[in-house]
């Protein structure tokens, strides 16, 4: 009875985790300034993977000490918490594009596109 929807549940966990994830390295790609696309992205992921362990770990240091599980699941409130401040003080996505030189996104795309299209058209001589 409950495996139906323990499926269901993790079918759709799965769906906007994959779905989250690709998405924010598509953001932190186009709001890098250009020449500068390995280091930043290099420190998104370092940073990623560094503060990803924390959480697990202060929870885990928790349940091992003998404190209460919920204790240790009410203390993940905190990095909601944080993440919502951060988000409140972050500013647009079109402004990030623009102070780093990156301009107006689907246009520039669409550009590109046209001048890869055009180069691929041109006979070669």
Known sequence: EQQV??????FIWGIGAGWK?????LVASLIIPEGKDAELMAVYLFSGQV???????????LNEA???QRIGV??????FLLAILFCYFMGGYGRARTEVGRGRPHLDDLEMIAAMDDRNRSPVG
């Open 5 to 10: 929807e323990t499926y269901v549940l993790a």
């Open 21 to 25: 994830w690709t998405c924010d390295r």
């Open 51 to 61: 503060l990803t362990w924390i959480p697990p770990l202060i929870y885990t240091a």
């Open 66 to 68: 003998g404190i209460s």
């Open 74 to 79: 009410a203390t993940l409130d905190v990095y």
